[in-house]
Nanobody, 119 residues
Framework: EVQLQASGGGLVQAGGSLRLSCVAS????????IGWFRQAPGKEREGVSC????????YYIDSVEGRFTISIDNAKNMVYLQMNSLKAEDTAVYYC????????????WGQGTLVTVSS
């Protein structure tokens, strides 16, 4: 059974940085996608970034390109989201999720971690 657990959220001032971590386990394949999603109050959930375990291919939405960096440590079963130059509009509950590909829907979800950016 695939399990994911996100951590690292918190309160930060605009312009600051946070690093989210996701520990992932239970995969039966070496080729899978892990993505970060977020849901802000009153808004729909959106995909933020994704990485493929096999070749490290990464994807970002336009609003975080150049500010966020996703990375994977396969040896530790960890995926990270380094978030720099945070903005108030980045405030949301962030979730890590996994699936077969970044273009496909996520099948497995971890619990969320709250990121609050004060302006």
């Amino acid at each position: 059974e695939v399990q994911l657990q996100a951590s690292g959220g918190g309160l930060v001032q605009a312009g600051g940085s946070l690093r989210l971590s996701c520990v992932a386990s239970g995969f039966t394949s070496d080729d899978y996608a892990i993505g970060w999603f977020r849901q802000a109050p009153g808004k729909e959930r959106e995909g933020v970034s994704c990485i493929m375990s096999s070749d490290g291919s990464t994807y970002y939405i336009d609003s975080v390109e150049g500010r966020f960096t996703i990375s994977i440590d396969n040896a530790k079963n960890m995926v990270y989201l380094q978030m720099n130059s945070l903005k108030a509009e980045d405030t949301a509950v962030y979730y890590c999720a996994a699936g077969t590909g970044c273009a496909h829907g996520a099948r497995f979800w971890g619990q969320g971690t709250l990121v609050t950016v004060s302006s």
